[in-house]
């Protein structure tokens, strides 16, 4: 493969959108290490070739990049998108020396190509390799052949070179081609005939055989379009086509489709490029032969590398004629004809200029001229190589950069062939060789953890490491250890132990060490951290140094961390740099000046006057700094704005040539001039034009003219143009601007992607307040946007609806609003119900629809309805005495239709409506139905059952509605005698529920019953309540405290606040409808009594088992009940129906006195419960007032007390009294029952405390 | 009208990037804030808007293969000028490594940074040029 083979796909300028991109990406997903770019929207990084080698300065790099930028017009959006460039791939043989047949034949016609073609060169080290070499040399001419192509004139920044066997994939592609291609196919090749022969068949290694298999696959690995190609290596070519084709046959179209390649057709078919007819130079010495570099004698060729003298040597012994003159086209004289063709070629003349200018001279006339022409011709390209060689750094960068793009392509190709073949493609990509080795295996060591815990082991024993090193004060891996540092703070665990080591890594003098301090300083610290007052010292010098690149690290870091202080001390070479003649400083310190603003407004005068100077600057990136800090100056300081207006025109200006100015690759973003500099100008404007109408006039053509001539088709487009709406909107602009805004806002939001519509929204959330009539035009739209699939854009939508909403529209906003709450997704309902409530209650055209829009969202989405809503509902139902019964009916159908799927907060706020009144309900006592509303028949059994459905409704907050269902029952019973008993037997079924708060209002309720009058006053209406009043009762007051208090206090309105604060506590929207009864004072002290005791014995009996216990009301045992027993452990048993009374041992307990206790004792249902009967009668003459009977029991025992049948005995035992335990104990039959009485009543205003031991329980109990 | 912070988050939900201007937040905080912010736009489908909000933060996002990209902003950036400038990053990137993916992101988290400084600083574009962005980048990559 002496010459070439040539290769040139399509550049790929492709037309994805974003979309697409993204589209593509997913595909690879897949794959751990899938690249993140589908390779069709990426470009070949050609111009970084250029860029990347030492010698390049910035500026260079600058020109460079425009290659770069239109290469790799970004996004896939590019304009140019759809010319396709054609590949060419031409591989040249190492070797050091190459002849001016070569040069002339071939390397001139590449350097041609590369302006037209996609072009790869290609130093095929590999083919080297087919007869025995020189390691050595090998190694050297590799890179001379590579400095020498440079030299030639091959442009790194417009082709690819590189050297074969640094892309793998040529040796694998080979393999899996050599396996298809038949033997016969590469033994008739004539190169291995001829070598074969010269060496012998046997003696020659396999490589000579198979190596055209290795050319195949250089040229398909790159889907070559054209290779150029001479004589001899037409059949090569030839072969390469056909197993191009033969592999394309065995493995490509539908059966690589099944196999999931992207690429259906495998391997491009090359086609022969034919060079223009390139010059034929001869030998010097044989005119007939070629010039070649395998000719023995040296006289015969003419290197490229030959120094001048040698030149003159050789073409003064070049082989001559003995005719006259020189002539072209003479058969006889092919040696003339071969000088003149030189001659030509080197001068660059026509054939006819050539015979005129030398075809009169003799041969010793013509080759001092041949010679000067040929020195004259290879001098600089001597130079070129003398430079390019000497620079082995910048060599390497650019064959480095090469063999990137060569694997890019080479392992696109390889891949598809590979899983075309039945190859998984784990091929993660080239794995960068940068990183120290050690991170590197903290990395992996991470990434192999299995679980958070096994992570946290591996950092913590890094993190010791780490200490340990610092603390050993070694400065050779520093470096590596703050790059680990921030891997373990990325992964988030502390690590301020290094903070001190970035300082001492940003104060070194290497660059890579100041690099990684910096890092660090920027990642592992921030401002708070007092250390980073030790580095201002070091910033300042590397903001003083010469370095632009540690300046701009400085400015970089100084930029993200900066704290007043630093900001204050360095500022001053801020504001120098903000003048610095290189763009790259400027920009940078742009950024930095508003940071140090931010901290130190007071710097702002001196940066004021300089950041409109950044306005004049040339570059892109220093003007959108410039920009920048502007804005943040406006932002820091309103009257800066005020001065800043003054620069408006030439803003207009900037922005003007931005959008006319055509294209410019530099900053080009799919055909869009710098959407980012765009944006920021408009943005920049709106501050300006905001109050002002003068400039707001100056920017109004400009603005007028971005808004109709961006490209709406493309993101960035939309970007400016959302930018520049939300500026037109903003600014003191005309009508007709507004009305060319609100239409683009219009377009926007009936556009497909949702990334605009989220923006047009946004945006007409902020229009509202300017333009409220052209929001809502779009209302319906908004509306629909409401019910998108994306909850991002329903957040938006339910925003801007919520600013649209006013008196006029609520009816039919709200109804569509509930409409859709119906099938709202779970995560968007709380937000949806919140907004729909706040609505509702801000804007209710009249009472009535208040309440029906409220019930309809306790309906449909109760679980979301917050407490103060609900409340908020009662509270309105209470005042508005003309809608009670309107309500109630309400409430009444609400709760029956929907009563299974209930929530508790609409169980609670119906609830509340019946029983207050519920009597409106039935008979005509409700008044008239109002004007469209539905009838309701209801009987008080039917309500009565309802309130009982929902006493036993279960779930969550289920205890909460008992409570409420037992008040609601407890506040219809005086109201329906009829239903009376009913109620009562409803509301005593709960004595002995577990739920503290309901046996609480059970117990209660059944005592209010027995009072008769007393309790019809106290279950009464509740009045209409103030609501400052009412929402001060609501302040939470603890549990305990309040209990405490009642217990001592004889005020029952105390008591009644204080045990509604309980129940705020308790139970949240328990105290509601209770909130505003008037006192009951037997209800009050009883319920505050029985929590006060619930604390008294917890806090007694907890202590002491079974020792001690306070007086108590015999009356509230009942209620201690339940909390005793769940002190002593026992499983607190839901209402147990009373045993028979079996008749039993009976044991005297106690006696003394008047009072005389007597057990009657039954088994329990295992032999080891007993249940107990107690007896009290009272002998004596006088009454035994508030009697109370506690017990204890060890605590292999536990005890459960029922209510004694009263607290009052009867004097002369003229009626006993009776109270039920049960025991249980656990060690039946190993230890007896044994019992502790405690004993308190009051025997004519005396308080008698008794206290006894009951033992002598008949054996078996 | 700046941009908080970048993150770049695999579909795992393991972080491979952060970049923060806010400083306002400490260690912990900002595990939680990513875990929360990547638990909302990992489960997003991809016909969704890349824009999601969490907290005060809107966060603009793409995804590209197996890995996000995220930056949070505040309420006054231009989301698809953030969500372009992304793209831009991500090509700036992929021009460096030639073919970016994960891994290379992962071991050559300097480098990342370091392109990334050169691209936003303080919270604001700086450089939209991939060539202009990674010049300095390549120069001390030559170094060290």
Redesign the interface.
């Known amino acids: 493969m002496s010459t070439c083979s040539g290769c040139g796909v399509a550049q790929m300028q492709s037309t994805l959108t974003a979309a697409a991109a993204r589209a593509v990406g997913r595909q690879l997903a897949g794959a751990w290490g899938g690249r993140l770019l589908p390779a069709a929207s990426r470009a070949r990084p050609a111009a970084l070739t250029g860029a990347r080698s030492v010698s390049v300065s910035a500026a260079q790099a600058a020109e460079a990049a425009p290659e770069a930028a239109a290469a790799a017009a970004p996004g896939g959006d590019g304009a140019a998108a759809t010319q396709r460039r054609q590949r060419v791939l031409s591989g040249v043989q190492p070797t050091g020396s190459l002849h001016l047949g070569n040069y002339l034949g071939a390397i001139r016609n590449w350097v041609k190509l590369q302006e037209e073609y996609d072009t790869f060169f290609c130093v095929v080290d590999l083919h080297a390799i087919t007869l025995p070499h020189e390691p050595k040399e090998l190694l050297h001419s590799t890179h001379a052949s590579a400095a020498l192509y440079i030299a030639c004139g091959i442009d790194p920044a417009k082709a690819s070179i590189f050297v074969q066997s640094h892309v793998p994939a040529h040796a694998e592609l080979t393999w899996l081609l050599s396996c298809i291609t038949p033997i016969g196919w590469l033994r008739k090749m004539i190169q291995f005939k001829e070598k074969s022969k010269k060496a012998g068949a046997e003696e020659v290694g396999t490589g000579l055989l198979t190596y055209p298999v290795l050319m195949a696959a250089d040229i398909l690995l790159y889907q070559t379009d054209l290779v150029p190609v001479g004589e001899d290596q037409r059949q090569h070519l030839e072969l390469a086509r056909d197993i191009a084709e033969r592999t394309n046959y065995l493995y490509g179209g539908k059966k690589a489709k099944k196999m999931g390649c992207k690429n259906t057709r495998l391997l491009k078919v090359p086609e022969a490029l034919i060079p223009p007819a390139g010059a034929r130079v001869m030998s010097l010495q044989d005119g007939t032969s070629k010039m070649s570099k395998s000719a023995e004698s040296d006289l015969s060729r003419v290197n490229l590398l030959d120094p001048p003298d040698v030149i003159v040597q050789k073409v003064k012994r070049a082989k001559t004629d003995t005719f006259d003159g020189l002539e072209w086209d003479n058969p006889e004289r092919p040696e003339a004809r071969n000088l003149l063709t030189i001659y030509q070629c080197v001068t660059g003349m026509t054939k006819e200029e050539v015979l005129a200018d030398v075809g009169s001279l003799r041969w010793g006339d013509f080759k001092p001229r041949l010679a000067d022409a040929l020195v004259a011709h290879l001098q600089p390209i001597q130079a070129r190589y003398a430079e390019v060689s000497s620079d082995e750094g910048a060599l390497d960068a650019i064959l480095a950069q090469g063999a990137d793009a060569a694997n890019e392509q080479a392992y696109a190709t390889l891949d598809n062939v590979k899983m075309a073949m039945g190859f998984g493609t784990v091929h993660g990509g080239r794995r960068p060789s940068r990183m120290t080795l050690r991170l590197r295996d903290l990395i992996k060591q991470v990434r192999q953890c299995k679980t958070a815990a096994e992570e946290r082991d591996v950092v913590a024993k890094e993190s010791a490491a780490l200490r340990q090193a610092f603390k050993e004060q070694d400065g050779t891996y520093r470096h590596r250890n703050v790059a680990k540092l921030m891997y373990i703070h990325m992964l988030g665990y502390p690590t301020h132990f290094g903070q001190m080591e970035t300082l001492k890594l940003i104060a070194s003098q290497g660059f890579p060490e100041k690099r990684v301090g910096y890092l660090g300083l920027m990642i592992l610290l921030d401002e708070r951290q007092e250390v980073l007052m030790l580095v201002t010292n070091s910033l300042k010098n590397d903001l003083n140094s010469r370095n632009q690149y540690t300046v701009g690290l400085a400015l970089c870091a100084l930029g993200n961390i900066c704290s007043a202080e630093m900001a204050r001390d360095l500022a001053p070479e801020v504001e120098r740099l903000l003048a610095s003649q290189n763009p790259y400083l400027r920009k940078k310190a742009a950024l930095c000046a508003s940071r140090v603003l931010r901290k130190v407004p007071d710097m702002l005068e001196s940066f004021m006057e300089r950041a409109p100077g950044l306005l004049e600057d040339r570059s892109h990136s220093v003007l959108l700094a410039g920009v920048t800090l502007m804005l943040d100056i406006c932002a820091q300081a309103p009257p800066a704005v005020e001065a800043f207006r003054m620069h408006v025109p030439l803003l207009c200006k900037l922005l003007r040539s931005l959008i006319m100015g055509g294209f410019t690759p530099d900053y080009d973003v799919g055909g869009i001039n710098d959407p980012f500099l765009q944006v920021a100008i408009l943005r920049l404007l709106r501050l300006l034009g905001r109050g002002s109408a003068d400039a707001s006039d100056a920017m109004s053509d400009v603005l007028a003219q971005v808004a109709t001539n961006t490209d709406s088709a493309r993101n960035a487009g939309n970007a400016i143009l959302y930018e520049c709406v939300q500026t037109i909107m903003a600014v003191e602009s005309i009508g007709g601007l507004r009305v060319l805004a609100v239409n683009i806002l219009g377009r926007f939001l009936s556009n497909k992607d949702n990334n605009i519509r989220y923006v047009a929204l946004n945006t007409l959330a902020r229009v509202v307040s300017v333009d409220a009539a052209a929001v809502q035009r779009h209302r319906a739209t908004v509306v629909e946007c409401v019910k998108d699939a994306d909850i991002s854009i329903r957040r938006r939508a339910l925003e801007l609806v919520y600013a649209l909403v006013n008196e006029g529209n609520i009816r039919t906003l709200t109804k569509e609003l509930l409409d859709y709450l119906d099938v709202c997704d779970a995560e968007f309902k709380p937000d949806l119900t919140n907004k729909v409530c706040l609505l509702v209650q801000r804007y209710a055209p009249d009472k009535r629809w208040y309440i029906d829009s409220l019930l309809q969202v306790l309906v449909q989405a109760g679980a979301h309805v917050k407490d103060d809503a609900c409340r908020a509902l009662i509270l309105l139902v209470v005042n508005a005495a003309q809608l009670h019964g309107y309500a109630v009916r309400a409430a009444y159908r609400a709760l029956s239709q929907h009563q299974e799927a209930a929530q508790p907060s609409l169980l609670m706020v119906s609830t509340w409506c019946l029983g207050e009144y519920g009597e409106l309900l039935v008979g005509a006592e409700g008044g008239k139905l109002l004007e469209g509303e539905a009838p309701v028949s209801a009987s008080e059994a039917e309500v009565v059952g309802l309130l009982d459905a929902v006493a036993q409704h279960t779930g969550p907050g289920a205890a909460v509605c008992r409570e409420y269902a037992l008040t609601a029952l407890a506040k219809l019973a005086p109201k329906w005698p009829g239903s009376a008993d009913r109620i009562r037997a409803l509301v005593a079924a709960y004595r002995h529920s577990p739920q503290l708060e309901v046996q609480t209002r059970s117990v209660e309720y059944s005592r209010l019953f027995a009072h008769g009058p007393i309790g019809a006053q106290v279950l009464d209406h509740i009045p209409p309540v103030e609501e400052t009043a009412y929402d001060a009762s609501l302040e939470p007051t603890e549990g305990s405290a309040a209990g405490a208090a009642a217990s001592s206090s004889a005020s029952a309105a105390a008591d009644l606040a204080a045990l509604l604060g309980l129940d705020a506590g308790m139970a949240g929207m328990g105290a509601a409808p209770v909130a505003g009864a008037p006192a009951a004072p037997p209800a009050a002290t009883q319920a505050s009594a029985v929590s006060a005791l619930a604390d008294l014995l917890a806090g007694d009996l907890l202590g002491g088992s079974g020792g001690s216990a306070v007086p108590a009301p015999a009356a509230q045992s009942a209620a201690a009940a339940d909390p005793l027993a769940g002190l002593f452990g026992a499983p607190a048993a839901p209402a147990p129906a009373a045993p028979a009374a079996a008749a039993g041992p009976t044991l005297a307990a106690f006696q003394k006195g008047p009072l005389t206790v007597t057990f009657q004792l039954s088994r329990g249902p295992t032999p080891a419960d007993t249940d107990i009967l107690a007896v009290y009668s009272n002998s004596g003459g006088a009454p035994l007032e508030a009697f109370a009977l506690q017990a204890a029991v060890p605590k292999q025992m536990t005890l459960r007390l029922e209510a004694a049948s009263s607290v009052a005995l009867p004097p002369h035992s003229s009626g006993a009294v009776t109270q039920r335990l049960h025991v249980h104990n656990a060690l039946h039959g190993q230890k007896a029952l044994v019992m502790r009485l405690r004993i308190s009543y009051s025997l004519e205003g005396q308080a008698v405390l008794e206290q006894a031991e009951v033992d002598g329980f008949p054996a078996g109990y | 009208?700046t941009i908080k912070f970048v993150l770049l988050v695999n579909?795992q939900g393991q972080?491979r990037?952060?970049?923060y201007?806010d400083?306002s937040l400490t260690?912990?905080e900002?595990?939680a804030l990513?875990a929360e912010i990547v638990r909302k736009c990992l489960t997003?489908?991809?016909?969704?808007?890349?824009?999601?909000?969490h907290r005060s933060y809107r966060v603009v996002y793409?995804?590209?293969?197996?890995?996000f990209f995220l930056m949070g902003i505040d309420a006054e950036e231009?989301?698809?000028?953030i969500?372009?400038?992304i793209?831009?990053m991500?090509?700036t990137?992929?021009?460096?490594?030639?073919?970016?993916?994960?891994?290379?992101i992962?071991?050559?988290?300097?480098?990342t940074?370091?392109i990334i400084?050169?691209m936003i600083?303080?919270g604001?574009?700086?450089?939209?040029?991939?060539?202009?962005a990674?010049?300095?980048v390549?120069?001390?990559?030559?170094?060290?």
């Not at chain 2, 793409?62 to 890995?67: D, E, H």
């Not at chain 2, 231009?78 to 000028?81: A, D, K, Q, T």
């Not at chain 2, 021009?95 to 290379?104: A, H, Q, R, T």
Request: charged share 30%; proline share 1%; aromatic share 4%.
């Open positions: 009208m579909k972080t990037l952060a970049k201007t400083s260690t912990d900002r595990r990513e997003r489908a991809d016909k969704q808007c890349n824009i999601v909000e793409r995804r590209y293969a197996s890995l231009n989301e698809l000028g969500s372009e400038m793209h831009c991500v090509e990137l992929d021009k460096w490594f030639s073919n970016v993916c994960e891994l290379d992962m071991f050559s988290l300097e480098t940074h370091h400084d050169e600083a303080n604001c574009i700086v450089e939209t040029n991939k060539a202009a990674l010049t300095p390549q120069l001390l990559e030559r170094i060290s």
